[in-house]
């Protein structure tokens, strides 16, 4: 139970990290050091290959189980997709199956590398099933840039 608590604590430690929550993530990994010292004292005392195999169980557990929670809580992201179709033709059809799957988007003209004029379209989806449904959408012909903006 302890190995479990360790490996826990030190994934969240290292999510908060990333987000830059820094006081969060020192206290995960005070907590943290108290338990990996009290499996270490505990693996000491019984080197049996069930106490191996076990340490091993709940390294995994530890690690994947927190991240799975957090993943959970967190609320939807916007994902971003700026889109730059071949041709104008290709943006307006783009631009019309973008308005059936009633998705907020932005277009506008461009020009791409042989300085024709063509349409781009920069499309938000609030959840990962829209994303899913633009990446559906999108000829793989177009280019695209898709990415995550901050938490909103």
């Given at each position: 139970?302890?190995?479990?608590?360790?490996?826990?604590?030190?994934t969240l430690k290292n999510i908060y990290l990333h987000?830059?929550?820094?006081?969060?993530?020192?206290?995960?990994?005070?907590?943290?050091?108290?338990?990996?010292?009290?499996?270490?004292?505990?693996?000491?005392?019984?080197?049996?290959?069930?106490?191996?195999?076990?340490?091993?169980?709940?390294?995994?557990?530890?690690?994947?189980?927190?991240?799975?929670?957090?993943?959970?809580?967190?609320?939807?992201?916007?994902?971003?997709?700026?889109?730059?179709?071949?041709?104008?033709?290709?943006?307006?059809?783009?631009?019309?199956?973008?308005?059936?799957?009633?998705?907020?988007?932005?277009?506008?003209?461009?020009?791409?590398?042989?300085?024709?004029?063509?349409?781009?379209?920069?499309?938000?989806?609030?959840?990962?099933a829209e994303s899913a449904l633009i990446k559906e959408?999108?000829?793989?012909?177009?280019?695209?840039?898709?990415?995550?903006?901050?938490?909103?």
């Open positions: 139970m302890c190995k479990i608590m360790d490996n826990a604590l030190s987000k830059g929550k820094y006081f969060a993530s020192s206290i995960f990994s005070a907590a943290g050091t108290f338990f990996y010292m009290v499996a270490i004292v505990n693996a000491v005392k019984d080197n049996s290959l069930n106490s191996i195999i076990s340490m091993c169980i709940a390294t995994f557990l530890g690690s994947y189980l927190p991240a799975k929670l957090v993943e959970r809580m967190e609320k939807d992201k916007l994902y971003v997709y700026d889109i730059t179709t071949n041709t104008f033709e290709e943006g307006l059809s783009l631009i019309d199956e973008i308005k059936n799957l009633d998705i907020p988007f932005k277009s506008y003209t461009t020009y791409n590398n042989n300085l024709d004029k063509v349409i781009g379209v920069k499309v938000f989806c609030n959840t990962k959408t999108i000829n793989h012909d177009f280019k695209y840039h898709a990415y995550i903006a901050k938490d909103y």
